[in-house]
């Protein structure tokens, strides 16, 4: 499986991103997703995940402002992000699972994206 994310830019304080996370192979759906940020010098923090069933999991830091949706048949998994905060300033990963248990953590994944750039400015 292969991941692109996309979407990441440079933002307002208050402002909304979307990020998009397209995957390759043909059993998207029978992978869980999810979506971590890291800040340089940080450790990789988990954000969102969604498993098969639709069931979406968050971050207490997120949750409230931040939605993970997936369309199986686009083999695209979404982050929506609204009221972006200066602190949510990071280079975000999707990545998938191959099980559907312990998305919260990052050793539960098989495969990552290369991460993309989000800035917001206060």
């Known amino acids: 499986v292969q991941l692109q994310a996309s979407g990441g830019g440079l933002v307002q304080a208050g402002d909304s991103l979307r990020l998009s996370c397209a995957a390759s192979?043909?059993?998207?759906?029978?992978?869980?997703m999810g979506w971590f940020r890291q800040v340089p010098g940080k450790e990789r923090e988990f954000v969102a995940a969604i498993g098969w069933s639709g069931r979406s999991t968050y971050a207490n830091s997120v949750k409230g402002r931040f939605t993970i949706s997936r369309d199986n048949d686009k083999n695209t998994v979404y982050l929506q992000m609204n009221s972006l905060k200066p602190e949510d300033t990071a280079v975000y990963y999707c990545a998938a699972s191959r099980g559907n248990a312990g998305l919260g953590y990052g050793g539960y994944y098989d495969y990552w994206g290369q991460g993309t750039l989000v800035t917001v400015s206060s």
């Open positions: 192979g043909r059993t998207f759906s029978r992978y869980g």
